[in-house]
């Protein structure tokens, strides 16, 4: 029996001292000496952890650097890395120390464990492992079918990892909802492994597939709030090189250590993502920056893993936490990728620093087609696909999240019936995808939102290459439009607009500001083309019974409605507010128009319902509208007002199509569906100008109708009247038979009307009451102008 003499450091405190024992004993023993011998140690042998303070084989000097910086309770980086093999109780001491400790060396490192354990578990509910595999799958088939996007991430990721810098660049994947991020997480597997998890507070209302990782966004969210970042300055949370990152110990820092540590902990571990299947408990404390790097740096080349967090916005937290959160991890030399529908998450950034900033990757895979988990499902859309091909061709131009819902509705649908009609089953399929939208979004519940949805269906913020291109269209044509470029980034966070990046770009930090090749970037979106997510445009903004300016479970809102709300809080001048291009009143006529068309479904509408349903359009909440002659007090029709009409005798049965948004062209297989009955045509407008409809089945014979806009402060008097019938007459010729006139107010005219094969109505858009202004001898009939006389806008205040 020997007894040698262990000299012993306590980490994060320096203090030095020694313990006489026996070298036949075990290390249980030398925890007991260890606690009996000094006495500043309060904590419970079970507290306590042992590492070896050797080097290179040798043990550590009492004159080392680092033993000296130990005093004044810093852990260097170099000692950091020796904190990972623990030394096992059962060890016998002999065994342990060899070679034979000396006089003037260090040979154990005590840590006083202050942290908690805590657990990590994926999901056992059904329902949620079941969108879990859902995903996976997903995952798997954007990988199989997608594979060069794929690599461009995991490239950026290991060119990351083999020329680090510090701070280390993130990326960022940055689109609307439903256009495939979290797939995207389940897509990169091959090269290493990797972590994922929602960064917002999980619960009721919450994804079933971010339920899954509930136990991760709880943990990782807890140890955020223990650190407090929101009441620090903000420049020291956005600058990565700050002392909280440098020099502070964080609760974040040990859960990422943590995680390095169980990823580390299995050799030849798959380069897939990193789940917990069965209960796991991690050890967690407060450490330094320099702690994880030593973690980090344990790892084998293709053994680091980065780290996905989904759902990042400012939204929930504020600048500070989410800065935060993305922060820790760059701060110790990790990739991470943050994901989210947030824009302003690209430029949370200090206002002085030059650095490698991000790379952004802001158009996804397009949408991988699977079969329905449902074998019956997927034999009725199977039949479907193949009667209708238009089904397939809405499912590739369509974002992933519109397609689910609309391929379960298409097959439901089909299950009812052997025979199925295609304008019948789109119906029913659009109105099911806009519910689930309006319910899974809600952002008609939301200011914003509406103005958001405002703009989608304005359609002034694609590219203008879009619209009008290549469609037919009488002459003369009207005006190109200066279209808006952007809309407010907030859109892509409330509703469907994307950044209007098409390509990853690499972005740098320069004094603050951010910089791509020489030039000046900020985020910036634009809501897609038609053919690019052509069930936004049929379905969400808008179909038979889910109309895009209702909102189901309170109000039945009216374009009017909508324009009048919206217009109250949008027209403030900063960054973040919306183009106020769409709130014109032209643009509220065009939105009136677009939504009456579409009252009747796919089929279209016939112009004596649609007129109702125009006048409805300008209501408090829409409603089919009556007329009443004002003399006679009698109920009138849209077949009396045209009588004696001759271009105009067909009118009231004329089908007006279910339009596109003002300006946009529907794509060739949406057209073409006219064989099975369906009716598609397209809203064209000029730019504050004439409004008209064109009529898919008779483009070169009389327009249905147009409309000309004349809401301004003062009274419509004779004099702007002969103007618009000397303007229509010289642009359209015979092409025009009735033309709407959109006014505030319209004088008495009556005395000094001149046109006398030129009719006039007057019609009050709220009351629905019509008065004869002109009627010509009969016989004489040849056109007929309707004044819409729509009185002061009204300001609605229910939100």
């Keep these: 029996m020997v007894h040698v003499i262990i ?15 026996d070298d036949a004993q075990s290390m249980y023993y030398l925890r007991q000496a260890i606690e009996e011998q000094y006495e500043e140690i309060t904590s419970r042998w079970d ?154 507070s999980l619960g009721q209302g919450s994804q079933l597939i971010y339920l899954n990782f509930f136990s991760f966004s709880k943990e990782f969210n807890s140890f955020t709030w223990k650190d407090d970042p929101m009441k620090k300055p903000e420049e ?18 040990g859960f990422i250590r943590a995680l390095l540590e169980h990823c580390n902990s299995k050799s030849n571990r798959p380069a897939q993502m990193i789940c917990f299947e069965e209960e796991t408990s991690l050890y967690v404390e407060k450490c330094s920056r320099n702690s994880v790097v030593a973690a980090r740096k344990r790892m084998g080349k293709n053994a680091v893993p980065f780290f996905i967090l989904d759902e990042m916005s400012e939204l929930y937290g504020g600048r500070n936490k ?101 304008c019948d089953l789109l119906n029913n399929a659009f109105d099911y995808v806009g519910n689930s939208t309006y319910n899974g979004k809600g952002f008609m519940y939301k200011k914003d939102g509406k103005d958001a949805h405002l703009m989608a269906t304005a359609y002034t913020n694609v590219d203008h290459e879009s619209r009008i291109a290549g469609s037919t269209v009488p002459e003369p044509r009207p005006k190109k439009r200066k279209f808006a470029g952007v809309v407010g980034t907030q859109c892509m966070h409330v509703h469907f607009a994307n950044l209007v990046e098409d390509q990853h770009i690499d972005v740098m930090l320069l004094e603050g500001k951010l910089n791509v090749d020489g030039v000046h970037w900020e985020p910036r979106c634009r809501f897609p083309k038609v053919e690019e997510d052509v069930l936004l445009y049929l379905a969400v903004v808008g179909g038979k019974d889910s109309l895009g300016d209702a909102n189901r479970y309170k109000y039945k809102y009216s374009a009017m409605r909508m324009f009048s709300k919206g217009k109250k809080h949008i027209t403030q001048d900063n960054g973040h507010a919306l183009s106020s291009d769409f709130i014109t009143f032209e643009n509220m006529l065009a939105q009136a128009i677009f939504c009456a068309s579409r009252r009747n479904g796919v089929r279209g509408i016939p112009f004596k319902d649609f007129f109702y349903g125009l006048l409805g359009e300008f209501q408090n909440e829409f409603k089919w509208m009556e007329m009443i002659m004002s003399d006679t007090r009698k109920s009138v029709g849209v077949t009396e007002l045209v009588a004696g009409y001759n271009d105009l005798t067909a009118l009231p049965d004329t089908m007006i199509p279910f339009l596109a948004p003002p300006n946009a062209t529907w794509p060739r297989f949406i057209v073409e569906t006219r064989d099975r009955g369906c009716n598609f045509g397209h809203l064209i407008r000029a730019t504050n100008k004439d409004v008209y409809v064109l009529n898919m089945e008779n483009e070169d014979g009389v ?29 359209w010729k015979e092409k025009w038979a ?62």
């Design 47 to 200: 507290r306590l952890q042992f590492f070896l303070a050797k080097r290179d084989g040798k043990w550590l000097s009492t004159d080392d650097s680092d033993v000296a910086a130990m005093h004044s309770g810093e852990v260097p980086e170099s000692l950091e890395a020796l904190l990972f093999e623990k030394i096992d109780d059962k060890d016998d001491i002999c065994n342990v120390f060899v070679p034979t400790p000396r006089t003037k060396e260090i040979h154990v490192l005590v840590k006083i464990c202050s942290g908690e354990y805590i657990k990590l578990k994926d999901s056992e509910y059904t329902t949620w492992m079941n969108e879990l595999k859902y995903y996976r799958d997903r995952g798997e088939c954007i990988r199989r079918n997608c594979g060069d996007y794929c690599d461009q991430i995991l490239n950026k990721i290991d060119n990351l990892y083999e020329f680090p810098v510090h701070p280390m660049p993130f990326i960022c994947v940055a689109a609307s909802s439903g256009m495939g991020k979290t797939q995207l997480a389940f897509a990169l597997g091959g090269r290493r492994p990797w972590f994922y998890w929602p960064a917002i």
């Design 738 to 799: 009735l033309v709407l006139v959109f006014c505030m107010k319209m004088t008495d005219i009556r005395l000094n009307w001149e046109e006398k094969s030129i009719g006039c109505v007057k019609i009050g858009c709220q009351s629905g009451r019509v008065d004869c202004i002109f009627q010509p001898i009969a016989g004489h009939e040849k056109k007929l102008v309707v004044v819409m006389e729509m009185g002061p806008l009204p300001i609605f205040n229910e939100s």
């Design 322 to 422: 989410v800065a935060f959160q993305r922060n820790v991890f760059r701060a110790c030399g990790l990739v991470v990728i943050v994901m989210g529908t947030d824009a302003n998450i690209t430029k949370l950034a200090s206002h002085s620093k030059t650095e490698k900033w991000m790379t952004l990757f802001a158009r996804l895979p397009p949408y991988q087609p699977m079969d329905l988990v449902n074998e019956e499902k997927q034999a009725a859309w199977i039949r479907m696909k193949e009667q209708y091909p238009v089904l397939m061709d809405i499912v590739v131009n369509s974002r992933g999240r519109f397609d689910k819902y609309f391929v379960d509705k298409v097959a439901e649908f089909a299950m009812k019936g052997e025979s199925v009609n295609l």
């Design 236 to 253: 020291d949370i956005l600058d990565t090189t700050s002392e909280i990152y440098e020099s502070e110990h964080l609760w974040t820092y």
């Design 703 to 731: 327009l249905p109708f147009l409309c000309v806009s004349k809401h301004w402060d003062q009274k419509l008097h004779i004099g702007m009247m002969k103007e618009i019938i000397l303007g229509l007459n010289s642009a």
């Design 7 to 21: 000299v012993c450091a306590i980490i994060g405190k320096g203090n030095v001292f020694s313990v006489e024992i």
